[in-house]
């Protein structure tokens, strides 16, 4: 009997032994589980090679999926994600998130990096007001695209993915494995916001340009929309300006009043979806029908037409000054009716464009966010009654930006009393084309030294004073020549005079392009003169104060000398070399507020100088006071040389 109870003992310890070892352990809980805020993962989900097939730089399709999932405790929203793609992606699609900062549309490429936004969608719940339900409190954004050279078994992972909403800090992405990367971000506890929890809207931002889309009327399939672009920035301006968005709903334009698109067209609609739907419409009327129109401003002469101008703020011909010029100017508005397409057939069923983007003829690049809901925006009534509320409105923030790669288009040369020869712009100063039509030159060598005659001969016809100037002052001629600066504005700043008490410089403006600038600005940054500024006598100048420190002095043509005529022909067309729109003054300064400037050293030629807006590129050295200077006999000689070459040229 013992034996027996022993057996049966041992039987079940050893079926108890198997069933516990044949019994899975719980699987440790999600990451996301122990993140206290905003949990963000990044998983490569599948690849495969493309054609054509290559030796390097092979293309691969790529798929992989974001997730964002608010586990704070306020509700996250317009959020806002950094996916740091490094392998020359393409993207092909994104869904429920758009390119954020209107740099590219989908498809389009990636590959130095993107923040993208969420659309139609922007906000995320938490899991205290929706008891848990992972469907409000996360978003799921699945890409598609191709990446180049990263081919099986390696994963073409980002560098980083980051929350780069206001308020967070997001430590470095930690890797699961080889094909899921994730990061946990916080509230930062230092950080100074005026967001309030429970706000229905976040607050309106500040930035260099604000675009604001605020919807005035709307009915069951179309709305009016009110778009108001202000210049915030001292030295931002915009002329010409074009304004681009992308429409996500198949919406399409059929009215505007002060502004146009740049192409009138309605064939995608005819064509399109939206054709099918509004069978009755006339489309000969429609306006535009492009997914990404484009749309520039009125001429003045329309600014009191009745049927496409009569809009306050409307018709400058696309000219936004900065306030420091002319508050009134700083802001350019327009209304234009859009019509929706199913299933947003309703009133209050409102969604605005997306990817915008703002640009204008030589003025700075701006960057734009997305668009934010905010509150209603409040119109005044011009008879003073109390006015009118938006129905819905939403904020683009536009900052002046350095895009990778691009250059500067105006530039600067250096010149003194004290020297005889002008410190041209660098060589390939605003670029240099890929084609130099069969003439060989150099974009390395540095440009050669003119003579002050040659300021006003463009840069194709000053080889022969170049040169010769160079032979004078005993200078080594490079072969092949460098290359011009290829910019359309050009600026001399001559120091003129230095004495115990005070100085002096002359600045002269060149506009070697074709269309002339109406209301133009320069502004010069100095490290310690400002102070001293005094006066200019044939501009409208006066000292900036900027970020808090007085160091800029804002110049702009008097009325009525307010206007720097295009390029023109010369006397005999034939012969001579055209001749650049001129501007110049001269520009007085004290010692007694700047003691011991050293103005020949360095402190009388500006830090950096700007054109309507866009900085200009600089010479990289001053002129010198102890240059080499020829003999009387040589520079007799080099005198009726230049002469020779003078009267050559008008022959």
């Not at 204008?360 to 809901?373: E, I, M, Q, S």
């Not at 005044?380 to 250059?407: H, R």
Request: aromatic share 10%.
């Amino acid at each position: 009997m013992a034996s027996t109870f022993s057996l049966i003992f041992a039987t079940l310890l050893l079926l108890t032994t198997i069933t516990t070892a044949q019994t899975p352990s719980a699987p440790p809980p999600p990451a996301s589980d122990s993140c206290n805020g905003i949990f963000l993962s990044y998983t490569y989900t599948s690849g495969s090679q493309l054609p054509p097939e290559r030796t390097s730089n092979q293309p691969y399709r790529f798929e992989s999926t974001l997730r964002v999932l608010n586990n704070a405790d306020e509700e996250l929203k317009s959020w806002r994600v950094f996916v740091g793609f490094q392998h020359d992606e393409y993207l092909v699609s994104s869904s429920n998130a758009v390119i954020a900062d209107g740099s590219a549309t989908l498809p389009g490429p990636v590959g130095n990096g993107t923040v993208f936004a969420g659309f139609p969608s922007a906000d995320l719940k938490t899991a205290i007001e929706t008891a848990g339900d992972v469907n409000q409190m996360s978003v799921q954004v699945d890409f598609l695209g191709t990446q180049f050279g990263v081919g099986p078994p390696d994963v073409p992972m980002p560098t980083n993915i980051s929350l780069v909403n206001d308020g967070f800090v997001c430590p470095r992405p930690t890797m699961e494995g080889t094909r899921v990367m994730q990061v946990c971000c916080r509230k930062d506890p230092d950080a100074v916001t005026n967001v309030t929890v429970g706000d229905e809207f976040l607050p309106r931002q500040s930035g260099d340009l604000t675009i604001m889309y605020d919807v005035i009327r709307t009915y069951e399939s179309n709305y009016w929309a009110e778009v108001t672009i202000e210049n915030h920035n001292s030295l931002g301006r915009l002329d010409n300006w074009n304004l681009t968005w992308d429409w996500m709903r198949d919406e399409f334009i059929n009215d505007i009043k002060g502004a146009y698109p740049f192409t009138r067209d309605s064939s995608e609609c005819i064509f399109g979806p939206q054709g099918a739907f509004y069978q009755r419409m006339d489309f000969s009327n429609v306006l535009n029908c492009e997914r990404r129109p484009t749309l520039i401003d009125l001429p003045l002469e329309m600014t009191n037409n009745t049927q496409r101008g009569n809009i306050p703020f409307c018709c400058r011909n696309g000219t936004i000054l900065p306030p420091t010029m002319d508050p009134s100017k700083s802001k350019s508005a327009f209304q234009l009716e859009v019509f929706k397409m199913p299933p947003d057939l309703n009133r209050s069923e409102l969604i605005p464009p997306q990817n915008f983007k703002i640009s204008g003829r030589l003025n700075p690049d701006y960057k734009c966010g997305p668009p934010v809901r905010v509150s209603p925006s409040q119109f005044e009534d011009p008879s003073g009654l109390p006015g009118s509320t938006a129905v819905s409105s939403w904020q683009v923030v536009c900052n002046i930006t350095q895009a990778k790669g691009s250059s500067p288009r105006c530039c600067v040369s250096f010149s003194a009393y004290y020297n005889e020869s002008i410190i041209p712009c660098p060589t390939c100063a605003c670029g240099c084309p890929s084609s130099t039509n069969s003439r060989t030159c150099s974009t390395t060598a540095p440009a050669l030294f003119l003579p002050a005659q040659a300021l006003l001969v463009p840069f194709d016809n000053r080889t022969a004073l170049s040169t010769a100037w160079a032979s004078l002052q005993r200078r080594t001629i490079p072969n092949p020549l460098p290359c011009g600066d290829h910019c359309g504005v050009s600026l001399n700043w001559h120091l003129l005079t230095d004495y115990r008490g005070g100085w002096s410089a002359r600045i002269t403006l060149f506009n070697w392009d074709e269309t002339s600038f109406a209301d133009w600005f320069v502004a010069a940054e100095f490290d310690k003169s400002a102070p001293g500024f005094e006066k200019a006598y044939s501009f409208n100048a006066s000292a900036l104060e900027l970020n808090g420190v007085n160091d800029t002095i804002f110049m702009q043509g008097l009325p009525g000398l307010n206007y720097l005529v295009a390029e023109v022909d010369g006397d005999n067309p034939k012969k001579d070399p055209r001749v650049p729109g001129k501007q110049q003054s001269v520009i007085s300064f004290t010692k007694k507020l700047t003691p011991g400037i050293n103005v020949a050293g360095g402190d009388g030629f500006p830090m950096k100088v700007f054109f309507n807006g866009e900085e200009c590129a600089l010479p990289r050295v001053i002129p010198t006071s102890g240059s080499y200077r020829p003999e009387l006999s040589v520079v007799f000689s080099g005198i009726v040389a230049l002469m020779m070459v003078v009267v050559l040229m008008q022959h």
